[in-house]
């Protein structure tokens, strides 16, 4: 018999499974976060990947007529920019729309909140230090996801691992905590649960599955990759981006040796090149954010089957464990 794990979070978001799909620009679009909504995981569109407002708007709408299930969007924001035009646009349409949650990820959400509060939007605060998630509490978000010095992506400057951050947050904050990253199977999900987190999130794990509109080679790049096969760019400029190895890191990391300036970094990994380099399949163009978990990753399955497959495993880890303990 499969279990069912209900926490604070399921009963947030509505969702079957404690298991969220963190926001990837270019790769969380209606056809890919209505296949993780459909296997009963939860998953957010990330606004960043469209020009406008407007097109949102229709992704949004897409969304609804490929699921009646809840769903969010990703606000991500980068510290040095504040909080431009655009991102307040797409967070009005987001309330418009009626969208359950968001995912905001960046910088503080503290300018967007009266707005969300207005339209009753969940609030879930993506942050990589107890310290931020205590601040966003204090500015009342609904739930925060605490990302490890090991997930995919932006993983902060303070480099603990999720083994430490989700424990010292459960402990420490009121609201549900959610763990971020380092997640691809039951062992991963369990473990989370038992060290207090309402839900897990995951995103190269679900980056690697069958639905996501990313080229196959690509894909195979993270499934073949070890744990020891990323590296974190952009240190340089206190924005650290945990990235698969491929050439277009090598080349980062050799001119953030030598000394660098925020221009030429973002001369390298800036301008849509993840967008190019997912739809032409040639691995070692753009940054491909990867967690250290994609040693954990073996193969690419459905999004069904990825969920199916943590839940089913969690269930015969939480017997043996029973059985320990008895
Ligand atoms: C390919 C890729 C793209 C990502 N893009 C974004 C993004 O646009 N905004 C964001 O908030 N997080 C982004 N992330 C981070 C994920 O939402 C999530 O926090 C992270 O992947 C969790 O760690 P894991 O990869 O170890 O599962 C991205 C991650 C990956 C793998």
């Known amino acids: ?21 963190g926001g990837m620009q270019w790769v969380s679009r209606a056809e890919f976060v209505a296949a993780v909504c459909n296997a009963g995981a939860f998953g957010f569109i990330t606004a960043e990947s469209f020009d406008t407002a407007e097109h949102l708007r229709a ?9 009646d299930r809840p769903f969010g969007v990703n606000v991500s924001m980068v510290p040095e920019f504040g909080v431009p035009d655009r991102t307040i646009r797409f967070c009005e349409v987001i309330c418009e729309e009626g969208v359950l949650a968001v995912e905001t990820a960046g910088r ?7 707005l969300f509060r207005e339209a009753g939007v969940k609030v879930i605060h993506k942050i990589t230090s107890v310290r931020h998630a205590l601040k966003a509490q204090a500015l009342g978000v609904d739930a925060v996801t605490l990302v490890g010095i090991g997930s995919g992506g ?17 402990a420490r904050l009121d609201i549900p905590v959610i763990a971020g990253g380092a ?7 369990l473990g989370a649960l038992a060290m207090g987190a309402e839900a897990v999130l995951m995103g190269t794990a679900f980056f690697a599955t069958q639905e996501a509109p990313v080229h196959p080679n ?9 744990e020891t096969d990323t590296s974190l760019i952009m240190s340089s400029i206190k924005n650290p981006i945990r990235c698969v190895n491929n050439k277009l890191v090598a080349d980062v990391l050799a001119v953030e040796a030598r000394g660098t300036t925020l221009a030429e970094i973002l001369g390298l990994v800036a301008g849509g090149k993840g967008k190019l380099a997912y739809q032409s399949g040639d691995p070692d163009t753009a940054p491909i ?21 943590i839940i ?4 015969q880890l939480l017997d043996r464990l029973n059985r320990l303990a008895g």
């Open 154 to 170: 932006h993983v902060g400057l303070d480099n603990v691992v999720a083994f430490v951050l989700i424990p010292q947050a459960v």
């Open 289 to 309: 954010a990867c967690g250290q978990v994609a040693g954990l990753i073996g193969e690419v399955k459905s999004v069904a089957r990825l969920v199916e497959d």
């Open 59 to 67: 992704e949004i709408r897409k969304m609804r007529d490929l699921t």
């Open 218 to 226: 690509i894909k195979q790049r993270v499934v073949q990759a070890e």
């Open 108 to 114: 503080s959400p503290e300018p967007l909140m009266p």
């Open 183 to 189: 997640v691809a199977n039951g062992r991963g999900f």
């Open 1 to 21: 018999m499969t279990n069912r794990f209900r926490t604070k979070i399921t009963d947030m978001l509505g969702c079957e499974h404690p298991i969220l799909c």
């Open 312 to 315: 089913t495993e969690a269930g």
